[in-house]
């Protein structure tokens, strides 16, 4: 892959105009480009990330141990996923997730001084830094304000009933994948699908596409009651 | 308080070079100051989050409403800490807490576009956005770590042991304040302050200032296995 197509492969502009201006940076910036085989460790647990890695080709698995030596699968990211840039910048900049390939990738990393040259010559970049940053906090505190829901069925209700607040509408607009839905409320994704089925077939919900209809607002209301 | 002042107060730049560069930015952007009385609400949780707040004098309650309406301190800010900057820049930017004044507070209003044009201009303060980001992502995802440890002790245990690994020494050097840990905890603060002497007084732990010395590392490994 030629530097141009690099670039676009990990997002890095909005349009050819943009895109001229990022490869003129690109000629006297630090980066590095890796490949890795399907299966390969890019980053261990603890490890200092002092560079931005961002994903051009593949996709990775964030995972983590539980106390009994248990793998769990805390993200998936594909390209052109930023790979935890919020960390990058923290104080404490250790990751907190073991990144594991699931198919062939290619990453660029940037060591910070890069990243900090290019959020000043490109706007798009900076504004996309700052969002993931951003959206990764709104994911965090939704999954933590979750936590204290036991089942699948009191998470959809709750996850649910605050999205028809926040958009002031029985008619939920989903802003997230289902993928990403099972990793909100941390559990498997076939689980997810299974008892979104059961809530449709039992007149509670009805789903098009990534529209959710909430059709009896009063059974979802008594689940978090219990 | 004149606008050098103002932005001194907001720890907008690190030194005078910096200090004359931002003041003369500050010319030709769009900011506002607003004055609250002790125990006024500045924002609702759930209100759209447009303009970055940053405190330039006081400090303000962070709080939300648990599912039977009673009030939980999620955090307290201080000046000169930046309000919500990850929400700010997030696609979902509904603020997730009721922001309430704790004592008379100043504080200084950007527009994104302000908030851009500093972050171009001022290496310092682009940090310092990238930076307080990256430490919410680590902090919520720390407190979920812990949230599966019900006693204060186990949390404890579980965050010294993880600092000690960390740091590769018994020898922890704490880089939050009491106030912090017991929000990360989410446990009040004489409580956790109860707990850490309680683990004094049995050996467990020496506390000098800001290091905290594991004595019994055994015993704490036993907390986390039970």
């Known amino acids: ?66 106390l009994k030596g248990r793998v769990l699968k805390v993200e998936t990211l594909k390209a052109p996923d930023k790979i935890a ?68 069925r009191e998470k959809i209700a709750s996850y649910l009933l605050d999205q028809a607040e926040r958009q002031g509408s029985n008619m939920v607009e989903l802003k997230i994948s289902k993928e990403t839905m099972s990793e909100l409320f941390g559990v498997a994704r076939p689980s997810l699908s299974r008892v979104f089925s059961e809530m449709t077939d039992e007149g509670i919900l009805r789903q098009e596409g990534r529209s959710v209809y909430i059709l009896d607002r009063q059974e979802l209301e008594l689940l978090l009651e219990e």
Chains 1, 2 share one sequence.
């Open 85 to 152: 840039p919020g960390i990058l910048f923290a104080e404490d900049n250790h990751l907190p997730v073991t990144l594991k390939t699931v198919t062939e990738t290619t990453i660029l990393s940037l060591p910070k001084e890069s990243v900090f040259a290019i959020c000043r010559e490109n706007r798009y970049f900076l504004l996309s830094l700052l969002r993931d940053a951003g959206n990764k906090i709104v994911f965090l505190a939704e999954k933590m304000r979750l936590i204290k829901f036991s089942s699948i």
């Open 1 to 66: 892959m030629d530097i141009k197509h690099l670039l676009k492969a990990c997002g890095m502009f909005k349009n050819d105009t943009e895109a001229e201006s990022c490869l003129r940076l690109f000629d006297s910036l630090k980066y590095s480009v890796k490949k890795y085989h399907r299966g390969a460790i890019v980053m261990f647990r603890g490890d200092l990330y002092e560079h931005l890695f961002i994903l051009a080709e593949g996709t990775l698995s964030a995972e983590m141990e539980d």
